[in-house]
T-cell receptor
Framework: DVKVTQSSRYLVKRTGEKVFLECVQD?????MFWYRQDPGLGLRLIYF???????EKGDIPEGYSVSREKKERFSLILESASTNQTSMYLC?????????FGDGTRLSIL | GENVEQHPSTLSVQEGDSAVIKCTYS??????FPWYKQELGKRPQLIID?????GEKKDQRIAVTLNKTAKHFSLHITETQPEDSAVYFC????????????FGKGTMLLVSP
């Protein structure tokens, strides 16, 4: 069974802080994704990566960056956290389709 | 890019009734259509998917139908049970390389005993 593990279920940070969200998958998948989930807006793609050190912008990349130094790990970085980045963040991985999701990180920016 | 519309946004049914959730997509190149179920506080989980060379797929009480001409696909749940209560998301993508999914905004299904 595919396991996608996100480092924190809940996180509280302050505005202006640099925030790191970590995601690890154990299935040697090529593709990894970061989404944010907000009520009424569904899942929106922030960034994705199809290989080590490769990254592509999704639909809402502003204010975020990513890092993929190893195949199994994909990090989402909030360079300077703002209150409008309070949200649920979901990581996913895939080898083609389907995508497999982690449990999510509920991030609050105060 | 792809745009996926999902209706209704909320759906309330009595236990034992059927539930239908509908999605439309814009990109005629899309050929893979998964459905995810997300229970409260849990991860989205794939419940069924369909590829464009198939018009219908069933798995016990759930089924998905696809109309490529009209660019819409639907999730059908029969004999609903309270444990079917969740948010359901449809998605669409062209399967090619590292293709990304475009999700609908979700449908909250509430099944009352």
């Amino acid at each position: 069974d595919v396991k996608v593990t996100q480092s924190s279920r809940y996180l509280v940070k302050r505005t202006g802080e640099k925030v790191f969200l970590e995601c690890v998958q154990d299935m040697d998948h090529e593709n990894m994704f970061w989404y944010r989930q907000d009520p009424g807006l569904g899942l929106r793609l922030i960034y994705f990566s199809y290989d080590v050190k490769m990254k592509e912008k999704g639909d809402i990349p502003e204010g975020y960056s990513v890092s993929r130094e190893k195949k199994e790990r994909f990090s989402l970085i909030l360079e300077s956290a703002s209150t409008n980045q309070t949200s649920m963040y979901l990581c996913a991985s895939s080898q083609n389709q389907p995508q497999h999701f982690g449990d999510g990180t509920r991030l609050s920016i105060l | 890019g792809e745009n996926v519309e999902q209706h209704p946004s909320t759906l309330s049914v009595q236990e034992g009734d059927s539930a239908v959730i509908k999605c439309t997509y814009s990109d005629s190149a899309s050929n893979y259509f998964p459905w995810y179920k997300q229970e409260l506080g849990k991860r989205p989980q794939l419940i069924i998917d369909i590829r464009s060379n198939v018009g219908e797929k069933k798995d016990q009480r759930i089924a998905v139908t696809l109309n490529k001409t009209a660019k819409h696909f639907s999730l059908h749940i029969t004999e609903t049970q309270p444990e079917d209560s969740a948010v359901y998301f449809c998605a669409a993508t062209p399967i090619s390389g590292y293709s990304t999914l475009t999700f609908g905004k979700g449908t909250m299904l509430l099944v009352s005993p």
